[in-house]
C-alpha cells in the first residue's frame, strides 16, 4: 500500500557540537518519504528549484519514491541554516530561504488522489486543506504543523486537525495547541479538537501516543553518538505510517507497534548528518534495532 506526503524538499545546512554539515539534503518530506520507503511505496508531491542537484533525485529515486509530483520551479530550492548547541532537542534556526517554496501549492496527480495513507507534513495549514480536498477518500491521514502556523493561522490548524487520524507534533507545540503546560490536560484538549489521536515527539525522552485507547509510553533508543537531529520527527513519522502502511493493520497493539518502529527510525536518522545514515541502512537492521529495543523495554508482568 503506497503513501501519499506532501511537504517540503530542501537543502540544509547545519551546524552540530559534533561538526557540520554543508548544502545537504533536507526537507521533511525527503525524510519522512526515504523512511517510510523501507516499508512501502511512497509518491511524493513537493518542489525544488532549478539548482537542486541531480544526485539527490536519483537518490530519492532508488528508494522507489515516485517523482511524477515533485515539480520544478524557476528559481532555488528552499534553504534552511540552522544550528544545534549540547541541547539538541531545539534547533537555533540561522537563516531560511523559501525560495519556490514560497508559491508552492500542492497538485495531487491523477494517479495520486486514490491514496489510503496520507500524510500532511508541515506546510500552511491552508495547503494542507487544499490537499485533502484534492485527494478522494483517505484511509488514515497523519499531519504535522509548527509553532508559527500555531500562532498566526490557529483556527485553520483546528480545522485541519478535526480531519485527521494522526497528530504527530512536539511537546511544544502540544502545549501551545491547548494552552496547557500538563501534557496529558493539553492532550484532552487537543483530542476534543476532533484528531483521533495525537503522537507527541519529545525528542531524546521518547514519545507520547494518546488515544481513546489510552496513552502509550516510550523512551527515545539509547545511543552512543548522536550527530544530528535534524529530520528525526519526520524519520519517526515516516517509519511510523509506512509500517501502518506495510501491515494495514490499525489495531492499537499495531499502532504501539508502529510508534516504535517509528522510533527505531529516528534512531538511525540521527547518527549522521542529513540523510546520510539512512542511505547506507539495511533492513535487516531495523529489525534487529526493533527487538534490542523491545528487550530494553520489556518487564514480566507480577
Not at 38 to 55: C, H, I, Q, S, W
Not at 115 to 123: F, H, T
Not at 202 to 216: A, C, H, N, P, Q
Not at 260 to 273: K, P, R, T, Y
Request: some cysteine; proline content about 3%; charged content about 20%.
Amino acid at each position: 500500500m503506497s503513501i501519499l506526503v506532501v511537504g517540503s524538499v530542501a537543502i540544509d545546512s547545519v551546524q552540530t557540537p559534533f561538526g557540520i554539515g554543508n548544502n545537504v539534503l533536507g526537507g521533511s518530506a525527503t525524510y519522512f518519504s526515504t523512511a517510510a520507503s523501507f516499508f512501502t511505496n511512497v509518491n511524493l508531491v513537493a518542489v525544488v528549484g532549478e539548482d537542486f542537484p541531480e544526485e539527490h533525485l536519483e537518490f530519492l529515486k532508488s528508494r522507489n519514491i515516485d517523482l511524477k509530483g515533485l515539480s520544478i520551479g524557476k528559481g532555488k530550492t528552499f534553504q534552511w541554516k540552522g544550528r544545534y548547541g549540547f541541547d539538541l532537542n531545539e534547533a537555533e534556526t540561522i537563516k531560511t530561504d523559501l525560495n519556490v517554496f514560497q508559491s508552492f501549492r500542492p497538485v495531487i496527480p491523477a494517479e495520486y488522489v486514490d491514496s489510503e495513507y496520507i500524510i500532511l507534513a508541515n506546510i500552511d495549514p491552508d495547503l494542507q486543506l487544499e490537499v485533502l480536498d484534492q485527494v478522494k477518500n483517505p484511509k488514515i491521514v497523519a499531519c504535522d504543523t509548527m509553532n508559527y502556523w500555531i500562532s498566526s493561522k490557529l483556527d485553520v490548524v483546528k480545522k485541519v486537525i478535526s480531519k485527521v487520524d494522526f497528530l504527530i507534533i512536539n511537546e511544544g507545540e502540544a502545549r501551545q495547541l491547548a494552552g496547557e503546560v500538563n501534557l496529558v490536560k493539553a492532550a484532552a484538549a487537543i483530542l476534543n479538537i476532533g484528531a483521533k489521536s495525537l503522537i507527541v515527539k519529545r525528542g531524546e525522552y521518547g514519545v507520547l501516543y494518546f488515544s481513546s485507547s489510552g496513552i502509550f509510553a516510550t523512551p527515545a533508543y539509547l545511543l552512543e553518538n548522536v550527530f544530528d537531529p535534524t529530520g528525526a520527527g519526520d524519520t519517526f513519522a515516516g517509519g511510523f505510517m509506512g509500517y501502518l502502511a506495510n501491515t494495514g493493520n490499525l489495531s492499537d497493539h499495531s499502532i504501539r507497534q508502529a510508534v516504535v518502529f517509528g522510533s527505531v527510525m529516528a534512531s538511525f536518522n540521527v547518527e549522521d548528518f542529513s540523510l546520510n545514515r539512512l542511505k547506507t541502512l539495511e533492513y535487516h537492521e531495523i529489525e534487529e534495532r526493533y527487538q534490542k529495543f523491545k528487550a530494553m523495554t520489556h518487564f514480566d508482568e507480577l
